[in-house]
């Protein structure tokens, strides 16, 4: 099972600015990356008009657009984070944005000037990633400006393969 690390924060901490600079690092050293993106807001990805659009308003309740580079599978029904973990094939590890309750390695992002406290306490996270020094009461705690710790424990954490 490809193991799976949930960044969780409240909005505006710098999670996502973090995490695209932490899936770039990984990638720099050969880890094929996986992402998930919990989107609180209702997204939407497909436009009006085009084919798989008017799919979906005839009733499929999944519909996939695939080209030569990409695919899309958009699901017109709720899925599970562990069915949407599940999708992910052919990566070392995948990094998920949110999934806070769900999520068993959950890794809390802080930022001192969001206003925001931790979304969870650090004794229930594998780890924290702060702006300032913290005291996560043995947690490993990580620099919120350099993902390249972060990138070393990860790697630490995966399955022996040649990286």
Same mark, same amino acid.
């Given at each position: 099972? =490809? *193991?799976?690390?949930?960044?969780?924060?409240?909005?505006?901490?710098?999670?996502? =600015?973090?995490?695209?600079?932490?899936?770039?690092?990984?990638?720099?050293?050969?880890?094929?990356?996986?992402?998930?993106?919990?989107?609180?807001?209702?997204?939407?990805?497909?436009?009006?008009?085009?084919?798989?659009?008017?799919?979906?308003?005839?009733?499929?309740?999944?519909?996939?657009?695939?080209?030569? =580079?990409?695919?899309?599978?958009?699901?017109?029904?709720?899925?599970?984070?562990?069915?949407?973990?599940?999708?992910?094939?052919?990566?070392?590890?995948?990094?998920?944005?949110?999934?806070?309750?769900?999520?068993?390695?959950?890794?809390?992002?802080?930022?001192?000037?969001?206003?925001? *406290?931790?979304?969870?306490?650090?004794?229930?996270?594998?780890?924290?990633?702060?702006?300032? *020094?913290?005291?996560?009461?043995?947690?490993?705690?990580?620099?919120?400006?350099?993902?390249?710790?972060?990138?070393?424990?990860?790697?630490?954490?995966?399955?022996?393969?040649?990286?």
């Amino acid at each position: 099972m =490809t *193991p799976v690390f949930s960044f969780i924060a409240y909005s505006n901490t710098g999670k996502t =600015t973090y995490i695209v600079e932490l899936i770039a690092e990984l990638t720099r050293r050969g880890v094929r990356v996986g992402a998930i993106k919990h989107d609180a807001h209702e997204f939407e990805i497909d436009k009006q008009g085009k084919d798989s659009w008017r799919f979906a308003r005839s009733g499929a309740q999944v519909v996939a657009v695939v080209s030569q =580079t990409k695919c899309a599978v958009m699901d017109y029904r709720p899925v599970s984070f562990a069915e949407t973990v599940s999708r992910i094939k052919d990566v070392d590890i995948i990094i998920a944005e949110g999934w806070h309750s769900e999520a068993e390695n959950r890794i809390a992002v802080y930022r001192s000037d969001s206003g925001s *406290p931790l979304k969870a306490p650090a004794r229930d996270c594998l780890a924290v990633v702060s702006d300032v *020094p913290l005291d996560t009461g043995g947690t490993p705690l990580f620099p919120l400006g350099d993902a390249g710790p972060m990138a070393d424990f990860l790697i630490s954490k995966l399955p022996e393969k040649k990286i």
